[in-house]
């Protein structure tokens, strides 16, 4: 049934040709289930286990990061429709013809057009047009469909827009929520995936997750390796085809393609960062770590580097950006009337949450606003020992008055001496042991108030006889006042203009900065005989509720939390935008959008209250689609939303490019949650959430999620770092084979000595790089854009630069030996170079023994170079901008400790047997080793070079520029004489040079 809440009761029933008292006839019923089917979500059809695994193997990431291939990952989307069954309840009541009386059902058995009837603890089995209301009151709790943080009052009055959202159908009960308070029958008008609920199944199955950027970025990474790794290996054996034919081949064609066969696969062994799917596992795993004691749990590593490249947050009001527990921040009483004017005082209330912590700046006069709040009441506070907190047991609205109470302390009730569990209700306790409460008249939507009768446990001064106290809304309760309270409890009539001045200040409370909930105390002084007042006919409430006095009138919302103003600020700055999406009103989500600095004063005196101030719902389905794009662009704030909303504003902003963090706890949110890159579900929402969710908020707070965006800033850039740590490194092995195929010299390093280093010395430091500190201006830099490429022009270059340095001192270590090194052979360039045609009878090798080109030690030379300017290559990666001068090296220990395991492996290898017979290396002596410091340390200096570059002349823009202040005086004055030092030692390394 289409708009049921444009019907009236009479159209709703005769829709389904049903009457209210006896419901359907077996005939209709079945009718009614073979055209509707069965009310229930139908189940995920999940992948096998099988296919999951299969899966795996066609991304190329998890190629990549096999280590992390976690298929329970892929099962998310199921997971969250499997989690919305828990919402569908297992029974229901139903009035059918085969039976005079109600009866129990199978709530899969209900179709539309059966007479439902549902009482307060019921899940409603259906979607519901209420027919009528048995008691006086209908509260229903629907947060998990709405987000509403409050129960909401229904009504059996049609509602005539067509267009209306969840929220404002106030005659409808949706599948999956609660009923709070009362009992009603209704007739259903949709069941199973024709439901709310249903319709957000629909939506999630629909959905398909979005790849990351790591994933993107890793996939273009992995196809541009392959193709690289592919020519260079191609080159190296084409290069080499003149010297197939070689003595030392045997004069075998065949034999000689074999041999540099081999050698290109040594060079595609050396391209290949074997440690990089370890790395970024661990990286990743590292991050989760930290992010978890920041309370943000990571549910999916690759969204962990999603989070760096956040460019918009939308974030959810209530509980997020707020602490969802409702304070009374200001409230006034009467002082005095004066003709047609009266003087209030207005009184300041400060804490932000339900532990009664605060002050009011005066306190006189105020016993009879305080026991109005404590008695007419039907909530209250509680100190949770658990969680370590105060916690409402009630209705928010009621628990703030309740705290009020506790902080005012009318009656000076020493709570020095009393525990966190006693001090929450003591003042409210003291106020109850004089008045004790005899019945209550329940809220309803007529008069929109409540009051409570009550009478004196003793009669004194302050409490003569019985009263009733009342409490509502303003205008209402204003309406049935007769007199006023002054200050000095006298009781003065109620003049017009004086009503009208009240009126005014609470419209100016409700409309102001802060768009306050205003509540009105009143008392009736002399009320109308307990035993004549009839519980029964709510219509009399109002009657009962006359010729009131009144008292004052409180302020009250729902406080931003007090980290949430810097956090946005922190956004700002970052280049981040955040968007307040909720369903609350208009006026009240753009006041905290004021407060918490969303939008700014100078932005609206900019721009109007157009679209950077805000739309809700309504007024963003009634823009065309570019307009709707275009707000989503500018706006601020999206107010009374339904879930269709938060998906198409996902979409919108994910067609501009944006990186979408989305935030939830209902099922509502549910579909937002799986569309959007990162879904951060709250730690208190529902299961539907967590599970269409890459994150959970532990402390559902704002702040959190900046920090994780930091983190996911943080892991992003260390994850270049170690990428750029291991494909330089990478880079040099390739130039290094590559330059001894190509000027002829024998092998410098093999492929075991290869796999040694990339897999294991070179595996910790890029693995330790995950520790490295965030730079100082991490988050006053933009987001990044998707599309940047992980390795840039200027950082490819770098690399090579870099690379062809460590390739090339690798092999002068290697030449070195030959060439200049005391205990070597002295051979000439020329020898070096043609060493293939050494045979005993050639003139060009006379006195030199061919056996020497098969020593272990320049390898063993060009090893330790490899592993040393690794190691220091390690420390350059500290940063990517930023000085080994202003970040020394203890600024991340678990690099220093990194450094120094690789390093005692390396020495491993050389002095313990057999390794070095397994490894064909040799022990070298100390002279040798300084040549191999003096061979390893430029490389430090090359990178600080192109990291001034960098700084000054390629991102001008950065925050680091300044060289001198912040430098680490410690590690120049350690370093310097220590470098000085090795540079002064002899060791005929320039005679390589000049040979």
Not at 242 to 254: C, E, Q
Not at 288 to 313: F, W
Not at 339 to 363: D, I, K, N, Q
Not at 562 to 578: D, N, S
Request: charged residues 20%; hydrophobic residues 40%; glycine residues 6%.
């Amino acid at each position: 049934m289409d708009n049921a809440h444009t019907k009236t009761v009479e159209e709703a029933l005769g829709y389904f040709g049903v009457n209210e008292s006896t419901g359907l006839s077996c005939e209709q019923l079945k009718k009614n289930r073979d055209r509707w089917g069965s009310n229930e979500l139908p189940a995920e059809q999940g992948k096998s286990l099988w296919e999951l695994v299969l899966e795996q193997f066609e991304d190329l990431l998890v190629r990549i990061l096999l280590l992390a291939a976690c298929i329970s990952f892929e099962r998310n989307a199921e997971n969250a429709i499997e989690a919305l069954k828990e919402y569908e309840p297992e029974m229901g009541k139903v009035y059918r013809q085969d039976k005079k009386s109600v009866q129990r059902v199978r709530a899969r058995d209900i179709v539309p057009g059966d007479i439902v009837e549902v009482a307060v603890g019921d899940k409603v089995p259906a979607d519901i047009r209420l027919t009528s209301i048995r008691s006086t009151t209908l509260r229903v709790d629907q947060s998990i469909l709405t987000g509403e943080s409050v129960s909401v009052l229904k009504h059996t009055d049609p509602v005539p827009d067509p267009r209306a959202v969840n929220q404002d159908k106030k005659n409808m009960l949706f599948s999956g929520t609660n009923i709070a308070a009362g009992r009603a029958i209704g007739v259903v008008i949709a069941t199973g995936v024709q439901t709310e609920i249903g319709k957000i199944r629909d939506e999630m199955a629909s959905t398909d997750p979005e790849r990351t950027p790591l994933q993107q970025k890793l996939d273009q990474f992995g196809e541009q390796l392959s193709k690289v790794i592919s020519v260079i290996c191609v080159a190296v054996w084409a290069i080499n085809v003149g010297h197939f034919n070689d003595p030392v081949h045997g004069g075998s064609w065949l034999r000689g393609a074999v041999y540099y066969f081999k050698i290109a696969v040594a060079l595609a062994v050396a391209a290949i960062p074997e440690g990089l799917p370890a790395v970024i596992t661990t990286c990743l795993a590292l991050g989760t770590r930290r992010m978890a004691r920041k309370n943000a749990i990571v549910r999916s590593l690759p969204s962990v580097e999603t989070l760096g490249c956040t460019s918009v947050i939308c974030s959810d009001k209530t509980g997020t950006l707020t602490t969802n527990q409702m304070s009374v921040c200001r409230f006034f009483v009467l002082d005095s009337v004066s003709g047609e004017r009266c003087s209030l005082s207005e009184f300041m209330v400060t804490g932000s949450t339900y532990a009664p912590e605060g002050e009011c700046s005066e306190f006189e006069g105020l016993v009879e606003m305080a026991s109005i709040c404590a008695l007419c009441n039907d909530s209250s506070l509680e100190y949770n020992e658990a969680k370590g907190v105060y916690e409402k047991v009630g209705e928010a609205t009621e628990t703030a008055l309740c705290c009020l109470v506790e902080k005012l302390n009318v009656f000076d009730t020493d709570v020095k001496g009393l525990s966190r569990a006693e001090r929450a209700t003591s003042c409210c306790s003291v106020i109850k042991q004089l008045m004790k409460k005899e019945l209550t008249l329940e809220f309803s939507r007529d008069r929109k108030s409540m009051s409570v009768f009550c009478s004196p446990n003793k009669l004194t001064k302050s409490t003569p006889g019985a009263k009733m106290f009342v409490k509502g809304a303003p205008e209402s309760v204003l309406e049935r006042c007769n007199y006023i309270r002054i200050s000095s409890s006298a009781r003065v009539p109620l003049s017009p203009a004086v009503r009208e001045q009240l009126l005014s200040t609470v419209r100016a409370w409700g409309s102001g900065r802060d768009t306050l909930r205003c509540l009105a105390m009143a008392t009736r002084d002399t009320p109308p005989d307990i035993h004549s007042l009839t519980l029964e006919n709510s219509a009399a409430f109002a009657h009962y509720e006359s010729d009131l006095t009144f008292v004052g009138c409180v302020g009250m919302l729902d406080p931003p939390r007090k980290e949430v103003l810097g956090a946005v600020q922190m956004c700002r700055q970052a280049g981040i935008r955040v968007i307040m999406i909720t369903g609350d009103n208009k006026g009240t989500a753009l006041s905290i959008c004021r407060r918490v600095g969303i939008i700014t004063e100078q932005e609206e005196q900019q721009h109007g209250m157009g679209f950077t101030g805000g739309l809700t719902g309504r007024e963003f389905d009634e823009l065309p689609p570019h307009l709707q794009r275009q707000a989503c662009r500018t706006a601020c704030c999206f107010a009374r939303v339904e879930p269709a909303h938060k998906s198409r504003i996902v979409e919108y902003l994910q067609s501009l490019s944006d990186i979408t963090a989305m935030t939830g706890d209902g099922v509502n949110d549910a579909p937002a949650l799986k569309k959007a890159e990162i879904g951060i579900a709250m730690g208190s929402g529902t299961a539907v959430a967590k599970s269409a969710s890459e994150m959970i908020l532990a402390d559902d707070n704002f702040s959190t999620i900046v920090a994780a965006v930091e983190e996911g800033r943080a892991i992003y850039n260390n994850m270049k770092q170690f990428i750029r740590y291991l494909i330089s490194s990478n880079i040099g092995e390739v130039v290094c084979i590559f330059l001894t195929a190509a000027l002829g010299m024998p092998e410098a390093l093999i492929p075991v000595q290869l796999l040694w280093v990339n897999l294991v010395t070179d595996g910790f430091p890029a693995t330790a790089l995950g520790f490295n500190p965030p730079d100082l201006d991490i988050m006053s830099r933009p987001p990044r854009s998707p599309k940047e490429p992980l390795i840039s022009t200027w950082l490819f270059c770098r690399y090579l630069i870099i690379g062809c340095y460590v390739g090339a001192a690798t092999v002068g270590a290697a030449a070195w030996w030959f060439i200049a090194a005391h205990d070597g052979p002295k051979l000439s360039f020329f020898q070096l170079s043609h060493y293939l045609q050494c045979t005993e009878g050639h003139a060009e090798f006379a006195g030199v023994q061919c056996s020497v080109f098969e020593s272990p030690y320049p390898m063993t030379m060009a090893l330790s170079v490899l592993v040393t300017i690794e190691m220091c290559n390690a420390l350059n990666s500290l940063s990517e901008n930023q000085s080994l001068l202003k970040m020394p090296p203890w600024s991340n220990p678990w690099l220093v400790g990194a450094i120094c395991l690789s390093m005692v492996l390396h020495f491993l290898i050389l002095y313990v047997d057999p390794l070095p017979v397994i490894f064909q290396i040799r022990p070298l002596s100390w002279p040798q080793w300084v040549v191999v410091l003096k061979m390893s340390l430029p490389v430090i200096l090359m990178d600080e070079a192109l990291k001034f570059l960098a700084r000054n002349y390629i991102d001008p823009g950065s925050q680091l520029r300044q060289s001198v202040k912040g430098v680490s005086w410690a590690f120049v004055l350690i370093s310097a004489p220590l470098v000085f030092w090795i540079f002064s030692l002899d060791s005929d390394i320039t005679n390589i040079f000049w040979e």
